[in-house]
């Protein structure tokens, strides 16, 4: 309990030592700073601001990945989103997938709380329906029944942010961290070329092998990259 | 006059031992009358000479300097393909000799990578007076040195006033007053740095025309021709005009080929006493115009649909500096969003005054419906000629706006103006960062459990107490051993005031009121053996049955019989609850 405790303090300062050190130009070492912080404590605003020294460093690739992180912790911070979608403006590859508005409409309602906010609800959700469930049986009153049924529709709610965070998680995302990048036919050099990717793009890992990863790009087109080239961001 | 000319040009070269540099010093004529110029030339020549420093002149104590100056020229030669560039730097100085007799030119020296270069000194021959008499005019008559050229030839300035107000014309014109036939070239622009320029004439071609100058008869023709308005007051300067003109010179004898002379005209500067404007009685609306004028102003609509914008033109026309005038102000006028003007002018210049006009082109967008009135615009110009600010209105303008609210959301034009993107600033430091994490652990499902265990056990209390309103047997079961524990609480009180009767009659009536109520008997009408056969039927054990009886028939026997008491009523009490505890 104490240690965990000191863990804290100790991260709580670096991460303000990390705030100096970025504000006063020194992005490489606010980089170290932050990312000492951060595996002492996962917190989205740790995360944020190194994405920002990522950014500021020109590594959109990295920015993007912590940016990605900060806004599973902080799904509804203006400033995590809007600093996500600029660093992707910088990145060589544009993506022109015509995107669903039903599913940005889902997505919007289903990030309006984070994974574990949504399991933590549900969980205290679960109970109050449990106890007015008793209630009913009880006492028999008909009002219980009406705020279990509306309980019951926040469940849901909460269930469904969960799988969405679940499935995005277990899509394992990664990014590209390189300047440029061949996605290849196969999990070997001698392979044929199948599409170059640059610093910052997004992708998601369907298989590993012999220090490759078969990636998928948005709009399904893929290949095998090396492993170093890119990062996975869960 | 021929040695005299062919001497002219007089030059000593000296070959020094770097042959990388030429260093020579030349005059442009051996013989000079006195005061007149004479040209000191200092060539050097050489590769990669760029940086050279000036030459030391020698001490010329028989001499004032005029006047210097350097001019450079660069010739780049491939000779057997080896790229050579050769630079020359001329530095000229003009002297002027200050008594007559043989003078010399001393050495002049120039210093340059270490090494010293000299020239030779040059001889000059300084003469009473140099000017012939001026050769009559006509045909033939030799025209026999510059100087007697630059009388027949003149550039002079003039001007229509010299002292104005701010902002008041004045006409310049430039002309050129000549005797000679001659080119011109090298034209160098007057300086009209303080004043706004209107030009009005420029020469392209020399359009000639007699006149009487200065007592004497000259062709003249204009070079440049402008309307000036000064910006600011004080005493400002039109600078010089240069001109070089190129005179051929006629061929005195048959050995003499011709050639020509430059002579460099400068037109005299000219000193303008400019006035600042009264500042007594200034309008507020005062526009910065001065001459006379007129305003004008109409819509181009007189109805508006749905917030298009409407053009109000405002004209400022007369005669005075119309370019410079400023837009007037418009009032703000509510309902109405008036946008920065669209400004167009023109001007022309008629009887050497410019005239014309300045046009403002104000969009506006109604912003509410209804009638909208633009108020009369008022402007004011200061008159020159009578020394006093005039002002000037346009009438009433009116038009009808409709259906604005429509566009209203649309057509601001105020929004913001994004200059530029960036991420948005890191997040400010913490004291206490605390540990988000991605996934709730395991104690989270403790609640679900709980939550089942919740329900479970709303179920079972429900059951159980619906039996207990159904189910007699189940109710008297339940609450049988309430009744119990009472009576057999009251037995032990009984047992403690030492009060027999009652004990024993307690603790019979718990003991068959519990029988009865276990196994829903009626076991007031019973007698001891059909007890003892119900229970049997039932399962009971047959020792506690036998027990059991026994007990009942001890307390009846010491209720009702005054027998002695053999046996020890607290091991009766003790048996009972056993019994009771294993029913």
Redesign the interface.
């Known amino acids: 309990m104490i240690l965990v405790f000191f863990s804290i303090i100790a991260s709580s300062n670096l991460y303000n030592h990390a705030n100096a050190e970025y504000e006063s130009g020194n992005y490489y070492q606010a980089i170290d700073l932050y990312e000492k912080a951060g595996q002492e404590t996962k917190n989205a605003n740790i995360y944020y601001n190194l994405g920002n020294a990522y950014f500021k460093t020109r590594q959109t690739g990295m920015a993007i990945k912590n940016y990605r992180l900060a806004y599973f912790l902080a799904p509804r911070d203006p400033d995590v989103k809007h600093n996500l979608l600029y660093a992707r403006t910088f990145r060589v590859d544009k993506i022109n997938v015509s995107v669903n508005p039903i599913a940005i409409m889902i997505d919007r309602i289903f990030r309006s709380i984070s994974l574990y906010q949504a399991q933590v609800l549900s969980a205290v959700i679960i109970i109050l329906i449990a106890i007015f469930i008793a209630g009913y049986v009880v006492f028999r009153r008909r009002s219980f029944l009406y705020i279990t049924f509306g309980l019951a529709l926040l469940a849901l709610f909460c269930f469904m942010t969960w799988a969405s965070w679940s499935s995005e998680k277990n899509r394992q995302p990664a990014v590209v961290i390189v300047p440029e990048a061949s996605t290849l036919s196969g999990p070997a050099e001698d392979y044929r070329e199948i599409v170059k990717v640059h610093d910052g793009m997004e992708a998601n890992i369907r298989d590993e092998r012999n220090g490759y990863y078969l990636i998928q790009l948005p709009g399904g087109i893929g290949g095998w990259i090396r492993k170093d080239a890119v990062i996975r961001i869960f | 006059m021929l040695r005299k000319i062919g001497s002219c040009l007089f030059a000593s070269i000296i070959f020094l031992s770097s042959a990388s540099l030429n260093f020579t010093a030349s005059v442009n004529r051996s013989e000079v009358g006195i005061n007149e110029p004479l040209t000191l030339t200092v060539m050097v020549e050489g590769e990669n000479i760029g940086n050279v420093p000036s030459p030391q002149l020698p001490e010329l104590p028989d001499f004032t300097i005029g006047g210097r100056s350097s001019s450079q020229s660069t010739n780049i030669q491939l000779i057997n393909g080896k790229l050579t560039q050769q630079q020359t730097i001329s530095f000229i100085y003009t002297l002027y000799p200050k008594e007559t007799g043989t003078k010399t030119i001393g050495a002049c020296k120039l210093e340059f990578k270490g090494e010293t270069y000299q020239t030779q000194p040059l001889g000059i021959n300084v003469v009473k007076d140099n000017t012939k008499p001026p050769p009559g005019p006509g045909p033939g008559a030799a025209q026999t040195s510059a100087d007697q050229i630059k009388d027949k030839i003149k550039l002079i300035a003039t001007v229509d006033r010299k002292s104005v107000y701010v902002g008041e014309q004045i006409n310049v014109e430039f002309n050129v007053y000549t005797n000679v036939r001659a080119d011109y070239g090298n034209f160098e622009k007057p300086n009209f740095n303080d004043f706004w320029v209107e030009p009005v004439f420029d020469a392209q071609q020399v359009n000639y025309e007699t006149v009487t100058f200065e007592g004497k008869q000259y062709s003249k023709f204009p070079i440049k021709k402008a309307a000036l308005f000064p910006i600011q007051d004080g005493q400002l300067q039109i600078t010089s005009m240069k001109l070089t003109a190129i005179v051929p010179i006629q061929p005195t004898s048959f050995f003499d080929f011709g050639r020509s002379e430059n002579i460099e005209l400068k037109s005299n500067p000219i000193y303008i006493e400019v006035k600042p404007l009264p500042e007594e009685n200034k309008p507020r609306e005062f526009c910065g115009g001065i001459g006379k004028f007129s305003v004008t102003a109409n819509l181009d609509e007189d109805s508006s649909n749905a917030a298009e914008p409407i053009n109000l033109r405002i004209r400022i026309s007369g005669t005075g500096n119309v370019r410079t005038v400023q837009k007037p102000d418009l009032p703000t006028i509510p309902g109405l969003k008036i946008l920065d003007p669209e400004v167009k002018d023109q001007t022309q210049m008629t009887d050497n005054k410019i005239q014309g006009y300045k046009e403002f082109l104000y969009p506006i967008i109604p912003q509410i419906d209804g009638e909208h009135v633009i108020p009369s615009i008022r402007i004011a110009y200061f008159d020159p000629s009578d020394n006093k600010y005039h002002i000037r209105e346009t009438n009433l303008l009116k038009f009808v706006a409709t259906q604005t609210a429509v566009a209203s959301q649309t057509a601001s034009s105020n929004t913001i103006k994004t200059l530029g993107?960036?991420?948005?600033?890191?997040?400010?430091?913490?004291?206490?960062?605390?540990?988000?994490?991605?996934?709730?652990d395991w104690k989270?499902?403790i609640?679900?459990i709980?939550?089942?265990l919740?329900?479970g056990?709303?179920?079972i209390?429900?059951r159980h107490s619906e039996r207990l309103l159904t189910d007699r047997a189940y109710a008297r079961k339940i609450r049988s051993s309430r009744i119990t524990r009472q009576g057999i609480q009251e037995a032990e009180k009984a047992l403690k005031k030492n009060d027999m009767i009652k004990f024993y009659s307690a603790l019979t009536r718990s003991l068959e009121g519990y029988v009865g109520d276990r196994f829903n008997l009626d076991t007031g009408a019973l007698t001891k053996e059909q007890i003892a056969n119900i229970l049997g039927a039932k399962g009971v054990q047959a020792e506690l049955i036998t027990d059991l009886i026994k007990i009942i028939t001890r307390c009846d026997q010491s209720r009702f019989s005054r027998g002695p008491r053999c046996d020890n009523p607290r091991e009766i009490m003790n048996r009972a609850k056993q019994i009771i505890k294993e029913l």
């Not at chain 2, 206490?432 to 996934?439: A, G, I, T, V």
């Open positions: 993107a960036d991420i948005n600033h890191i997040k400010a430091d913490q004291k206490h960062l605390p540990d988000q994490r991605f996934n709730a989270v499902s609640f679900y709980l939550s089942i919740i329900i056990i709303a179920f209390y429900r």
